[in-house]
């Protein structure tokens, strides 16, 4: 009776802690901007809700939710990736020109992507974890590189959607769950957004609920006192950048599935666009905060501004603009919501 | 503000009548839950050399940054020439004549030393720009006015640290100083560099700059200065000429702070666990002997500086011995790392808040378990209900207060957040547990809290060393003491002998023999 009485108030007390960890959560106040600049928009533009648009908004959305997850657990340990945007070019170049040359089934196309990325990642990974290169500069000049490699495999050449199996240019448009019911028409869910999801998930599972996911934060948080306790950062930072490159190969495989269309510099300041995506959607640019789940929603977010330019007839022009002033409008509230908690940090504690 | 210790000004006869160029006038400074000052007045006088002893944490360096214009009081003020002034920063008090020598040198290390001397005033030429002959030459003349020879062309990395501390001087002489305050300037000195040291601060004095000379070394207080005043608990406690002290005088003055009362339960006292022989490390700590048996507390006492973080750092593997041996538990032991001293069982809790490593964001069971993860979940998945089991057993051992397991270590109140830091090691299952200043900080009933778990920790058979520089602690909470003094054991003192005079008369290099004789 008395230890019902427990659990009752113990279940209480959590539900409570996670409705208030919401209130504050950055994650829930993104989710509700992006619901507000959506309406606003359909109300502004019914072409707006058109499944054609929803659907590529959708798609380059989760290309980018994809890479943004990656780039999240680098952000985490206090890293960053600036060449995410090349391993996708080079990994959706050279998926598309195995994919011309041989006829080889789509799984298999799947496999080269995914793995040619877990290399580029790995590589990054050794320079910055064993030879100790800051992780701005290294991967700095990996962009570059695989940039580089990719205009060398091109030859100054580009594909077309023509050159491409119909299965794997096909894939972007397809969906799952469409019904009919009388005149109402769902379109279903576009097999990108499935997918995204579905790494979103993994993820967000794996940093909770793993060891490593753990030390990640811990590396992040303070790698001095992370390996006053036997966490091995360097490995820990391996691996985010190991997976970074991986998840960049996921979405590279995507990107050539989105587009067909293929050019040596295809891809070209994306890094931007998954970098303000993580950054907005609340992981902390010092490391050791954040949720992949945020930077998801982050990723969504920039997709549908992107877009509202686009149907609202306001000039392209303007998106770069708007994503660095988001990075920064984001960067320096982290700055100061983490400089106020220092100062009442300082005046609990220092004498 | 009652008077809590004995209180008696002793005035020179010969007062000048003039207003001092700098005094404190009552100032009180708080921080947090800490009465870092409660008005305190001073007054530094022209052609004087003033002295202000204390021990560690009595609110010596709260006064030189409130001279420094570092911190504004919250009551009181600073007064120049008889006018209270309010010095917005620390260039503030530059310009209004005040030159602090802080502990730690804090110059550029990749400029010259001639351009440290005139940072932010260097000599100006026609057009504006900065002109390089002139600067070398000021500084040249400077140091030939202290009578050094330094190369005001060289670069500061690399130098010594008396050179150094010396830039930092001519810094202050740079500028028309009234007011020079030097913040420990002997600490990292060796003798002779403190003989020159001395010779420059009576040069400048004999100018007529007031000198502030903040030091815990006694016998420097009577070698160098005029007068001196003593602090402790942040309160004035007595200023007078040194010609009228003893040193047995300054250490009754020194201690005695207010003293909260810990329950101290009898441990069970086993066999050693932990041995040190001839430890040493050059440049921190000389010959430190000691060992801690199970269910015993082993106080380390000693000002700041004399070598207690530094052993207890080569004791958790984070800094090397050069010689010495260290046996645990019978096997001898030399540790490459953290990670196996603590597989070992040696925990640390460590000194530098920016150590404890309590990652935001985190509940209090996952910031417990952080430690003993690839331990508790050898399959790589964790499990939350294996971990908040294991946390609530601390939660509840530690009196943690917290809504649950659940709750965000950001949420904690700074002596909880200290409680889970101990947890989070005490997971770790060790067999001796290495606290330093485990109490820095924190309120007076979470320390209390504090000092029952580390005594239910030695009654449960653990070895404990408490490093403390608070000596009603270190004397209440250890079966022993030891005593460090500039890198050395200067004493090692039983619970029943030991004494507030005798730790501190061991911890400033007096002869015991002082204490027991004054008394």
């Known amino acids: ?351 | 503000m009652t008077e809590s210790g004995p209180i008696d000004v002793i005035k020179s006869a010969d007062e000048p009548s003039a207003p001092p160029p700098v005094a404190l006038a009552g100032v009180s400074k708080r921080f947090g839950a800490t009465q870092a000052l409660a008005d305190v007045s001073l007054d530094l006088l022209p052609g004087e050399i003033h002295a202000l002893v204390g021990e560690n944490g009595a609110g010596k360096s709260t006064i030189v940054k409130v001279l420094a214009g570092i911190h504004q009081p919250d009551s009181g003020a600073v007064v120049l020439d008889g006018k209270a002034v309010l010095l917005h920063g620390p260039a503030h008090a530059r310009s209004l004549g005040i030159a602090v020598v802080h502990q730690e040198p804090r110059l550029f290390p990749d400029l010259t030393v001639a351009e440290n001397v005139f940072t932010g005033h260097a000599p100006k030429g026609r057009a504006g720009s900065i002109n390089w002959r002139e600067m070398r030459r000021a500084a040249d003349e400077i140091f030939d006015s202290l009578s050094v020879r330094i190369d005001s062309g060289a670069i500061v990395r690399g130098l010594s640290m008396a050179d150094q501390q010396l830039i930092e001087i001519a810094k202050a002489l740079s500028v028309e100083a009234r007011v020079l305050v030097l913040d420990e300037p002997t600490a990292s000195l060796s003798a002779h560099e403190v003989e020159r040291l001395f010779a420059i601060v009576r040069q400048t004095r004999d100018r007529g700059v007031a000198v502030l000379f903040v030091s815990h070394r006694l016998e420097e207080v009577f070698e160098l200065c005029d007068r001196a005043t003593v602090l402790r608990d942040g309160r004035h406690i007595v200023t007078a000429p040194t010609s009228q002290l003893t040193a047995p005088d300054l250490v009754r003055y020194m201690v005695g702070r207010s003293v909260s009362l810990f329950p101290r339960s009898a441990a069970k006292i086993g066999d050693v666990l932990l041995d040190v022989h001839g430890l040493t490390r050059v440049g921190a700590f000389r010959d430190i002997s000691f060992s801690v048996r199970s269910g015993e507390i082993v106080g380390l006492a000693g000002l700041v500086g004399a070598g207690r973080t530094e052993v207890a750092r080569v004791l958790f593997g984070l800094d090397r011995a050069d010689a010495g041996e260290v046996t645990l538990h019978g096997r001898r032991v030399r540790f490459r790392s953290p990670s196996a001293a603590l597989r070992a069982g040696i925990a640390y809790v460590p000194e530098d808040r920016h150590l404890d490593g309590l990652v935001a964001g985190f509940s209090i069971a996952e910031n417990v378990t952080l430690p003993i993860l690839p331990r508790l979940f050898p399959r790589l998945f964790t499990r939350s209900s294996r971990e908040h089991s294991l946390a609530a057993g601390y939660v509840d051992r530690l009196r943690i207060r917290s809504t649950g397991t659940n709750e965000l270590v950001d949420a904690l109140s700074g002596g909880n957040q200290q409680k889970v830091v101990i947890a989070k090691w005490l997971a770790t299952n060790p067999r001796v547990l290495i606290l330093d200043e485990p109490t820095r900080g924190v309120d007076i009933g979470a320390k209390v809290e504090v000092h029952r778990i580390i005594s239910e920790l030695a009654a449960s058979g653990l070895a404990i060393v408490l490093i403390s520089s608070d000596l009603p602690e270190v004397l209440a909470m250890s079966d022993r003491i030891i005593v460090l003094h500039e890198g050395r054991v200067s004493a090692e003192i039983p619970r029943v002998e030991a004494s507030e005079e005798r730790v501190m008369f061991a911890a400033t290099g007096q002869i015991a023999e002082d204490a027991s004789s004054g008394e």
């Open chain 1, 1 to 351: 009776m008395a230890s019902n009485v427990a659990v009752g108030a113990n279940a209480r007390r959590r539900v409570g802690a996670l409705i208030g960890g919401f209130a504050r959560s950055r994650e829930l106040t993104l989710a509700v901007v992006l619901v507000a600049l959506a309406t606003l928009v359909a109300a502004r533009a019914p072409n707006f809700l058109a499944s054609t648009n929803v659907v590529s908004v959708t798609a380059l959305a989760a290309i980018i939710a994809i890479a943004a997850v990656g780039e999240a657990l680098v952000i985490i340990t206090k890293n960053i990736d600036l060449s995410v945007e090349s391993t996708i070019g080079l990994v959706a170049f050279v998926v598309a020109e195995v994919l011309k040359q041989h006829n080889l089934p789509i799984p298999a196309a799947w496999a080269i992507g995914i793995g040619l990325g877990l290399a580029l990642g790995m590589a990054n990974g050794v320079v910055i974890a064993i030879f100790r290169v800051p992780s701005i500069v290294a991967t700095l000049g990996t962009l570059s590189i695989y940039r580089g490699l990719t205009y060398w495999v091109a030859n100054g050449h580009e594909i077309n959607s023509n050159d491409l199996p119909a299965g794997y240019t096909d894939a972007a448009s397809r969906s799952i769950l469409g019904f009919r019911i009388g005149d109402f028409q769902f379109p279903g869910v576009p097999i990108f957004v499935v997918l995204a999801v579905f790494v979103v998930i993994v993820a967000a599972l794996a940093l909770r609920y793993t060891v490593p996911g753990r030390q990640l934060y811990a590396v992040g948080s303070n790698a001095e006192a992370a390996a006053t306790i036997g966490i091995r950062s360097q490995s820990t930072v391996f691996l985010a950048f190991s997976l970074c490159g991986m998840l960049a190969g996921v979405a590279g495989v995507l990107w050539g599935m989105e587009f067909g269309q293929l050019y040596a510099s295809s891809g070209t300041g994306q890094s931007l666009a998954i970098i303000a995506a993580v950054v907005v959607g609340g992981v902390s640019i010092s490391g050791g905060s954040g949720t992949v789940i945020g930077a998801a929603i982050g990723a969504l977010f920039l997709g549908l501004i992107n877009n509202a330019l686009t149907v609202l007839l306001l000039p392209q022009e303007w998106l770069q603009m708007i994503y660095g002033a988001v990075i920064l409008f984001a960067v320096s509230t982290d700055a100061l919501i983490q400089l106020r908690s220092q100062r009442a940090k300082a005046r609990s504690r220092i004498r």
